[in-house]
């Protein structure tokens, strides 16, 4: 039975079967529909996640899209422990769009390193409720009491040595009652949690079987790309096309809102004919953006801003104070710049449209594909295919809504896929920031901080753009779309709250604390980026932290402890790491080693960072790293997160950076927007601590200290203060101003 | 045009410059291989040609001829993966995956050249394969695991994990 075919009976199964976010109340008028399907098929489907199979096999349906951050191997675990199945017997489907499946903020999304929080919970409930029913159908064909069975290794045991497998119960399954509040297991029964460290997808990603959304096959499909104007939102004005439309294989060339769409039987004949369009633009929507002129001004922004923070008086405190330290810290617009290009196959069938996307939000696909087409978001169908890297872009589906118009208009299915240049270029960066922060320091205590937080805002870049694709959605899912978008991008009086994450909740006691925040507003869209507002105010907190520790002439640690409530998660994980990194140990001759810490997405995270700088080029090294993320369900998925959430934001810390002059961004490729390779990889050490807090997140949180660790290894090694990303840059600049 | 693909002779009609990748991936159908930015600059397109690893996204299909080509679905035989694919199960190199495909074309040639390379040797062969989930240090002791395998001997003992901790198990 076809994914699609079982979420089309699960839909009509299951649709009204009453709150089935936790996916196991299903009883009631569905129980009918259970039976019938069980006698016709075999099949128990236990609930909205789980079904087990004639064979005996686990089908999981996994509501959260693979982007590499290991979820689907993640949701297995949770599913095969409460079974009591090895790993290697759950089969993953990933969910498609599914009007009983918007489990995050009303919608299906991925994003805020959630997954594994929102799963560990609902997962295990619907993998407990399909045992209890697997057991009491057991014991009921034995006449038993079912507290004298037991699951263990796919069959359902009596203590008087009868045995059924979990396939043979299937159709008696099905009869029984669905459990509300089934058993979960103790953590000490745990045999799968903590320890299970395979991977479910790497056997298809080494023998290149594993279907990501660009290798998708429709029937029918045809191919398109499309060129985007030099400036963002730039239309296309004259067009010349007629020698690309007398290419072999061309089906349509034409303008459109986007740019200029070329269509054709396969993909190489469209990129062939693409090369003979020219075409005259339109100003586009940041026509004379010069970011060098943007971060100027915002570095010297001085207005007061919107006050989100104020405890004690830090004015005071600071002016009072014998030493002051601080400065502008800076940061520019990043690419996402997933491995997999942008890219979405569509079929429209009148007012319905089928989507086969890599996505992490079927639900915005379906809005965004709805309002592109003037349907109801309501008929159409996504179909959610692996990711090759997210990072928070395939949030943004733009290019299904580019893709939806285009299969409209040659009335056949249509898979477009961006180049490299269109995908580094079409927006939702993450924003610029400047962060003046300014610090008091009386002998060897710390009196106050006061920082003003300017940055572009997402929320509300995500108000304008969600205001776009809402008119779409129906007025019901509308209604509570916005609400809990508004909730999730709101712009109280506390500000823009991706703007100031990190810092507004800080865990340092400062005395006198003052945080102020100003938005700055600009046409190029920005959006989330791994590890959204930590990406920056790690690095500006934990500099600043830095600064007044070497002012205070304390020992970064120790001035940390000092800062950090007793007891908390954030001491345990320094005293870790101090001990992991001997810290206090002094580092050989030409290295300098770089402490920083953050607390995000509720998971802490401390890195120590040994650099050196050979031939004016900082090199790190080795990165030592701590992390307390609650239960580790798969530690070497945790780890993998840790090392790839380092190294990419080595990449952003050291090198990258978006900048736009006179409306046009100068990076295109990975040639001027590049990533850290494999000789300039550290090597990564990292500790996870053992926790019996639920599990938090991982997929962001190794990312936000990086940065500053280096820059205050480079610190440590020069006595020369790092303030702006990308930080070689800074280097290569210092002092010429 | 005549093609040799995976040890199979394959009929294609296409223009001679048209990009080795998009051949295979849509008239052969061989989508293993991925196109990551069309400029020869991450790797992800690398396949086999004569044994040498190319960009087939660089690569006119014309001046390939009758070279055999090996694509990452050429390299498993029957019976079991490639020694270089085991080694990256075993030290669980993916993530998202997309760019391994090319790390493994990359490391098959390197491990061909080289039996028993040096982490220098891997910089070097490794480096022009990029990985935006940041897999370089599980490559790395995958290239030397992948070199035992193939019976290279022991190889360079991979670096230590944390505090040498067996694999698998907390520090």
Redo the contacts between chains.
């Keep these: 039975m076809s994914g699609l075919s079982r979420r089309g009976f699960l839909v009509g199964a299951l649709a009204g079967g009453g709150a089935l976010t936790l996916a196991v109340s299903c009883g009631g008028s569905s129980g009918a529909t259970r039976v019938r399907h069980a006698d016709q098929t075999g099949e128990l489907v236990a609930n909205l996640y789980v079904t087990v199979m004639p064979d005996g096999r686990i089908s999981l349906i996994v509501n959260k899209a693979?982007?590499?951050?290991?979820v689907t191997t993640a949701y297995a675990t949770l599913a095969a422990e409460e079974l009591d199945v090895p790993l290697d017997r759950v089969d993953v489907q990933y969910a498609g769009s599914n009007p009983e499946m918007r489990t995050s903020f009303n919608m299906q999304i991925t994003g805020g390193s959630t997954s594994t929080k929102e799963g560990f919970g609902a997962l295990r409930r619907a993998a407990a409720a399909a045992r209890e029913m697997l057991i009491a159908a057991a014991a009921a064909s034995w006449k038993v009491p079912a507290s004298e069975c037991r699951a263990e290794d796919g069959f359902v045991l009596h203590s008087g040595g009868k045995k059924l497998g979990y396939g043979e119960l299937t159709k008696l399954a099905a009869r029984e009652r669905v459990p509300g509040k089934p058993r979960l297991k103790s953590a000490k029964e745990w045999k799968l949690i903590g320890?299970a460290?395979?991977?479910v997808?790497?056997?298809?990603?080494?023998?290149?079987?594993?279907?990501?959304g660009?290798?998708v096959r429709i029937p029918d499909m045809v191919?398109a790309l499309v060129i985007h104007g030099p400036v963002f939102g730039a239309r296309p004005d004259k067009v010349s096309a007629e020698a690309a439309r007398a290419k072999p294989g061309v089906i349509d060339v034409f303008p459109f809102r986007w740019g200029v769409a070329v269509v054709a039987e396969?993909?190489?004949q469209a990129?062939?004919a693409s090369r003979d369009v020219t075409a005259t633009w339109g100003k586009g929507d940041v026509a004379g953006l010069d970011t060098e002129k943007m971060q100027q001004a915002m570095r010297a922004y001085d207005d007061d801003g919107t006050g989100v923070v104020d405890s004690g008086n830090a004015g005071k405190a600071i002016a009072r104070a014998q030493t002051k330290v601080g400065g502008v810290y800076e940061a520019p617009y990043l690419a996402h710049?997933?491995?997999?290009?942008q890219n979405c196959t569509v079929r429209v069938d009148g007012g319905r449209a089928e989507v086969w996307a890599p996505t992490q939000s079927p639900t915005l696909v379906q809005a965004f594909v709805a309002e592109a087409l003037g349907i109801d978001s309501e008929d159409v169908l996504v179909h959610t295919l692996?990711?090759?890297?997210?990072?928070g872009r395939r949030s943004i589906p733009d290019v299904c809504a580019q893709a939806a118009v285009i299969a409209k208009r040659v009335k056949r299915p249509v898979k477009l896929?961006w180049?490299?240049e269109s995908d580094m270029t079409q927006g939702f960066y993450r924003p610029v920031y400047a962060v003046k922060v300014e610090g008091g320091v009386e002998g060897n205590k710390v009196t106050g901080a006061r920082m003003h937080c300017v940055s572009q805002s997402i929320a509300l870049s995500s108000k304008s753009m969600l205001g776009a694709a809402i008119p779409g959605v129906p007025a019901p899912l509308k209604s509570r779309m916005v609400d809990s978008l508004l909730a999730m991008f709101s712009t109280n009086t506390m500000g823009d709250l991706f703007a100031t994450e990190g810092l507004r909740d800080t865990p340092y006691r400062f005395g006198n604390f003052e945080l102020t925040a100003s938005p700055v507003q600009t046409k190029m869209p920005v959006s989330a980026w791994r590890s959204v507002g930590h990406s920056v105010t790690g690095f500006v907190m934990e500099s600043f932290v830095d600064e007044l520790a070497h002012a205070a002439k304390r020992d970064p640690l120790e001035l940390r402890r000092q800062l950090l409530p007793e007891g908390s998660r954030q001491t345990r994980v320094l005293d870790a790491l101090a001990a992991?990194s001997k810290w206090g140990t002094p580092p050989p001759a030409g290295v300098g080693r770089g402490l920083a810490r953050q607390f995000s997405f509720e998971t802490e995270v401390g890195e120590v960072a040994d650099v050196e700088i050979v031939d004016g080029r900082i090199k790190v090294r080795r990165v030592y790293c701590v992390v307390d993320c609650g239960v580790?369900v798969n530690?070497?998925?945790v780890r993998?997160?840790m090392?790839?959430?380092?190294?990419?934001g080595l990449s952003a810390a050291l090198d990258q950076e978006i900048t736009l002059v006179d409306g046009v961004v100068q990076q295109t490729?990975?040639?001027t927007f590049p990533?850290?390779?494999?000789?300039e990889?550290p090597?990564?050490?990292?500790?996870?601590l053992?926790s019996d807090h639920e599990p938090t997140g991982v997929g962001e949180p190794g990312l936000p200290p990086i940065a500053a660790a280096v820059a205050n290894a480079v610190f440590a090694l020069t006595g020369v203060r790092l303030r702006r990303m990308p930080l070689q840059r800074a280097w290569n600049e210092r002092g010429a101003k | 045009m005549k093609l040799v693909v995976n040890g199979r002779s394959v009929e294609v009609a296409?223009?001679a410059?048209?990009?080795l990748l998009?051949?295979l991936?849509?008239?052969v159908g061989?989508?293993?291989?991925?196109?990551?930015?069309?400029?020869a600059?991450?790797g992800?397109c690398t396949v086999h040609v004569d044994g040498q690893p190319k960009r087939s996204c660089v690569t006119a299909v014309g001046d390939v001829g009758d070279k055999p080509i090996t694509?990452?679905?050429g390299?498993?035989s029957e019976a079991a993966?490639h020694p270089v694919?085991q080694a990256?199960?075993e030290e669980?190199?993916?993530?998202?995956?997309?760019?391994?495909?090319g790390q493994?074309m990359s490391a098959v040639v390197l491990l061909r050249a080289r039996p028993k390379p040096t982490d220098a040797e891997?910089?070097?062969a490794?480096?022009?394969?990029?990985?935006?989930?940041?897999?370089?240090?599980?490559?790395?002791k995958a290239v030397h695991r992948a070199a035992e395998l193939l019976g290279g001997g022991a190889g360079e003992a991979p670096?230590k994990?944390?505090?040498g901790a067996p694999?698998?198990?907390?520090?």
């Design positions: 693979e982007i590499g951050q290991g320890k460290d395979r991977r997808d790497a056997r298809a990603k080494v023998d290149g079987s594993a279907q990501f660009i290798d191919h396969k993909y190489w990129l062939a710049a997933p491995l997999e290009p692996l990711s090759g890297g997210g990072f896929i180049s490299r992991l580790a530690p070497d998925v993998a997160q090392e790839g959430g380092i190294i990419f490729n990975y040639d990533s850290l390779r494999m000789f990889a090597e990564i050490i990292v500790q996870i053992e | 296409v223009p410059d048209t990009p998009w051949v991936r849509e008239e061989l989508t293993g291989t991925k196109f990551g930015c069309g400029k600059m991450c992800a694509t990452i679905e390299l498993a993966l694919q990256w199960l669980n190199v993916p993530q998202c995956g997309y760019c391994q495909s493994i891997i910089d070097d490794m480096s022009a394969n990029l990985c935006r989930c940041g897999t370089y240090p599980r490559i790395r670096p994990t944390a505090a694999k698998g198990g907390r520090p």
